[in-house]
């Protein structure tokens, strides 16, 4: 197992994602416990010392799961995260209820690492706000003890990270965003990358296979990969062009069954780093799954000159390609439009057409943006 340093730690560079554990008959909430202690175990006897958790991951059972199966192991022989969940609004107000649920339901004294979860434009304003209290008890809960480490989760934009850090980010130890090769240009997951840099944040890796897409390419693009290094299967390209960025500490992967814990800590046991052309090859499998069913914006911005409702066509255009890419069901894309104004939000569009009138690209923009608020029901 490949470890890295963190401040007087040794994390394993694969961690053990407990979002995505075996479950019974497709049921998100009933976790196959017995299969999920077994992972655990095996994750454990082959060097993985991280395991990341969270309020609402298989609707509140993943807690309790991962907490009977490290109940098992000595506590010194692994690392527990777990996030405040502010992803939902309604739980602003109830951080101490929670906190201390968590540590009930985990059988934990403390915890390793502890994050605010899912910092983005819809949450922002609450995280900041000092009514509720959050970032005053956790550093309480830090300075006594029960949490060790403290950062933070984001999907959110880098302007909404930007505003985070201001407030927050002298203390923040870490952070956990979605990055991936897909994701590095096309999330700019590269400027997130960098502005992290700046304020000496380490980097936690989520969605290293974006949802097990980078797992499942189509033929050709597999091919290409298998061409330029034919003992290396798709998922592990994912996995070593992450092992090449110098900030990444943690790389988080949901693990849903045995056959893929073993292939993953096998792609962990050494670093193999991409040459030219294998990069090369990487960028051509980006290319040709960025030009299946996106727009070729480049956010030139000549449209929102145009637009008598003055909306924000090309960030509209950016979540609608993510929405393309994941599907229809992309929480992203929903919670981004979501945190919208309702003027502001794709079916606000009136289809006049003056945008698509002076597009370079050519892109039916009326009719891209009704088919996205369509499909988001928004």
């Given amino acids: 197992m490949i470890y890295r340093d963190f401040q007087d730690l040794k994390l394993s560079a694969l961690g053990f994602g407990a979002m995505r554990l075996p479950v019974i008959d497709g049921d998100d909430g009933k976790i ?11 994750a454990l006897e082959h060097g993985i010392n991280y395991f990341d958790t969270a309020w609402g991951y298989h609707n509140g059972n993943s807690e309790l799961v991962m907490g009977r199966a490290l109940a098992r192991h000595p506590r010194e022989s692994f690392y527990v995260a777990t996030k405040f969940p502010g992803y939902d609004l309604a739980n602003m107000d109830k951080v101490a209820e929670i906190f201390e649920r968590q540590l009930e339901k985990t ?11 899912n910092v983005c434009e ?15 008890y956790l550093m309480k809960q830090k300075e006594a003890g029960r949490i060790r480490h403290l950062g933070f989760s984001a999907h959110g934009s880098i302007p909404v990270m930007e505003r985070f850090l201001e407030a927050y980010g002298k203390d923040m130890e870490f952070c956990q965003i979605q990055l991936n090769y897909l994701d590095w240009e096309f999330q700019d997951a590269r400027g997130k990358v960098e502005l992290l840099k700046k304020w000496n944040i380490p ?39 992450l092992q090449d960025i110098p900030e990444v500490v943690v790389t988080l992967s949901g693990m849903s069954n045995m ?42 911005h000549y ?21 393309k890419l994941t ?20 079916s606000a569009c009136i289809g006049c057409g003056a945008c698509a009138a002076v597009c370079p690209q050519q892109i039916d923009i009326p009719g891209t943006l009704a088919e996205f608020a369509e499909a988001l029901g928004l």
């Avoid at 969605?207 to 299967?233: C, F």
């Avoid at 069901?329 to 502001?344: E, N, R, Y």
Wanted: proline share 7%; hydrophobic share 40%.
């Fill in 259 to 300: 056959d893929q814990l073993k292939a993953n800590i096998a792609t962990f046991e050494e670093e193999r780093p991409l040459s030219d052309a294998e990069r090369a090859a990487l960028a051509e499998v980006v290319a040709d799954m960025l030009g299946q069913g996106t727009v070729p914006c480049t956010a030139c």
């Fill in 303 to 323: 449209c929102t000159s145009h637009c008598p409702q003055g909306l924000d066509i090309p960030t509209l255009l950016s979540m609608y390609n993510q929405m």
């Fill in 327 to 346: 599907g229809k069901g992309d929480f992203i894309s929903s919670m981004l439009v979501g945190a919208l104004p309702d003027d502001k939000k794709p």
């Fill in 32 to 42: 196959d416990e017995p299969a999920a202690t077994e992972m655990v175990d095996y």
């Fill in 107 to 117: 059988g934990l004294d403390y915890f390793d690492f502890y994050l605010f979860h």
């Fill in 122 to 136: 819809m949450n922002i304003d609450a995280y900041l706000d000092p009514k509720f209290g959050i970032y005053d």
């Fill in 203 to 241: 980097v936690w890796v989520m969605e290293p296979v974006r949802g097990g897409k980078l797992a499942n390419l189509s033929e050709a693009n597999a091919a290409k990969l298998t061409a330029a290094r034919p003992d290396e299967e798709p998922v592990a390209w994912a996995f070593r062009f």
